[in-house]
């Protein structure tokens, strides 16, 4: 897979999310906390180059999310091999869902599954960043809003799916369950991509953009039609085949042909879900058929059980 590193520095300009080029055709920043501030760094080998001509080692360097966004959107399904792998049939439009923006985690950042909970999964995603003010947009219009593209893992804590899979709320809005980054690509062309999560060095997906029933353009002018995209927004644009559960400490990596790597730690989380109040998790058919995919034991035989 191939990994791209060069950087540049972004920032809002004129209400846009703009970012500057280093002549390759390609452009990228990354934003760090550094000396207790948030930084924009350019790539230069295995170090990260600041303004100032500081330079800081890449595997050193405290990663944030590339963009700030004030609301994160995903697709349900988007993938060819996905929908076969549920022998489901997708919808004639696409559906979404929003994971909160506290739920934003970055490249390194710990990934928690709560105490309780045993079926969270991984879902390598590439996201789409909004570049500037978004509204009532064609699909043929709606890559000039895009300041370009990511990565995301869009986990999901299924022992909630009985109670929140209309919402996906606590499914996919717990607290760090949105890792992005490492940064953010401009000029990047998003046919033909390959898409791989690896889980400790083990491939575990493997697609292509190719397999998108809906394109980027098409993601973002549909969701324009009655919502406001602004600067710094992200859209997840859908997971191929194969999200399976993870336990602390595994080691997952999603990988983009021309985007780079974003690395996640599973850990435990240290407090126990409460069990005084709500809902609690489960472990129902429902639960276990969309934890395991295609490896449920009842796949192709009959629906879950509610």
């Not at 590439?126 to 995301?152: F, H, L, Q, W």
């Not at 791989?196 to 998108?212: I, K, P, S």
Request: net charge negative.
């Amino acid at each position: 897979m191939q990994r791209w590193f060069p950087a540049a520095g972004a920032g809002l300009i004129d209400g846009e999310l703009r970012v500057a080029t280093d002549g390759s055709g390609l452009r990228e920043t990354r934003r760090i906390m550094l000396d207790g501030s948030v930084v924009h760094v350019t790539a230069d080998g295995r170090e990260l180059l600041t303004s100032d001509g500081r330079r800081i080692s890449e595997a050193d360097a405290i990663h944030l999310p590339p963009s700030e966004p004030s609301k994160i959107l995903c697709v349900h399904l988007n993938h060819v091999s996905r929908v076969e792998e549920f022998q489901v049939s997708l919808p004639v439009a696409p559906t979404y869902f929003q994971k909160p923006t506290s739920s934003l985690n970055a490249h390194r950042g710990d990934v928690v599954r709560p105490e309780r909970c045993q079926w969270l999964n991984y879902e390598g995603e590439i996201v789409i960043v909004i570049g500037k003010t978004c509204r009532n947009v064609s699909p043929a219009e709606a890559g000039d809003y895009i300041v370009g593209y990511t990565i995301g893992n869009d986990y999901g804590l299924h022992d909630f799916r009985d109670t929140d899979a209309g919402s996906m709320l606590r499914v996919k809005g717990s607290d760090t369950l949105c890792p992005v980054g490492p940064g953010l690509v401009e000029g990047w062309d998003f046919r033909d991509k390959g898409i791989r999560t690896l889980v400790n060095g083990e491939l575990a997906q493997d697609g292509t953009t190719n397999e998108m029933t809906w394109d980027m353009h098409y993601l973002v002018a549909d969701l324009a039609r009655t919502i406001t995209l602004l600067p710094g927004d992200m859209v997840f644009s859908g997971t191929p085949a194969n999200s399976r559960p993870v336990q602390p400490g595994d080691v997952v990596t999603v990988e983009v042909e021309g985007l780079g790597a974003l690395t996640n730690t599973i850990v435990a989380g240290p407090i126990s879900i409460r069990d005084d109040c709500g809902a609690q998790p489960t472990e129902s058919e429902e639960v276990l058929s969309t934890a395991l995919g295609g490896d449920w034991e009842f796949r192709g035989i009959r629906a879950p059980k509610r």
